[in-house]
Every structure is written in C-alpha cells, then in structure tokens.
C-alpha cells in the first residue's frame, strides 16, 4: 500500500507564509511527476504547482513568483512553499504523485493523491 500524507496547514494572516509537506510512505519503486492541488468552496479541484522527476516545476500563473514546489527524492517527499498569501489562496490543499511500485512481479505506476490540508489566509 502507498499512502500520501499532508501536513502544514493552519490559517494565516494575509501576507504571511506556510510550508506544506507531503510525506509518501509504502512500497514505492520510483515517485514521478508530482503536484499539488487546491480546493476552494463551490470551486473544481485546480492544479497549482507541479514537480516532474527531473525537477522541472511549473506553476499556475496566479502562484508564479509566491509559492515554490520541491521535492526530496531520499526522503519520498513533496513540499510548497507558500509565500505573501491572499486570501483567495483559501482552499483545501491535496499533494497528487505518479508512483511506480512492485505488485505481483510488475511494476505498476498509478496516481495517488493524499487526505488534504487546509490552508485560510483571513486577517
């Protein structure tokens, strides 16, 4: 079993900062392309930042120059760093990954996506 699990989210200030991290943990081979997500009441589920294996990073244009996207292949994680928040970065936060694991003699890559953080920047 592989599990993504977020941490990091809290309410802030407008203008304030917080790191997400996300931990993978399981019978991972490989972790690929990863991202996070955002929510927001009434809203579809957006892409904000994403990772390849390689490091490219590419950003929604409303985060580009405030959030950054890392990641640490040794310790199976994934991070953003979130940077002069406004309020409309409110939003329930979701790490997704492609991860290639072992199963039954193959290796599989599939898509998984973590519980979600909460993130409120409100004054």
């Known amino acids: 079993q592989v599990q993504l699990v977020e941490s990091g989210g809290g309410l802030v200030q407008p203008g304030g900062s917080l790191k997400l991290s996300c931990e993978v943990s399981?019978?991972?081979?490989?972790?690929?392309?990863c991202g996070w997500y955002r929510q927001a009441p009434g809203k579809q589920r957006e892409l904000v930042a994403s990772?390849?294996?390689?490091?490219?990073?590419n950003y929604v244009d409303s985060v580009k120059g405030r959030f950054t996207i890392s990641r640490d292949n040794s310790k199976y994680a994934v991070y953003l760093q979130m940077n002069s928040l406004k309020p409309e970065d409110t939003a329930v936060y979701y790490c997704?990954?492609?991860?290639?694991?072992?199963?039954?003699?193959?290796?599989?890559?599939?898509?998984?996506w973590g519980q979600g953080t909460q993130v409120t920047v409100s004054s």
């Open positions: 399981g019978s991972v081979f490989r972790i690929d392309a």
């Open positions: 997704n990954a492609d991860i290639t694991r072992l199963g039954g003699g193959y290796y599989v890559t599939d898509a998984y």
């Open positions: 990772i390849s294996s390689g490091g490219r990073e």
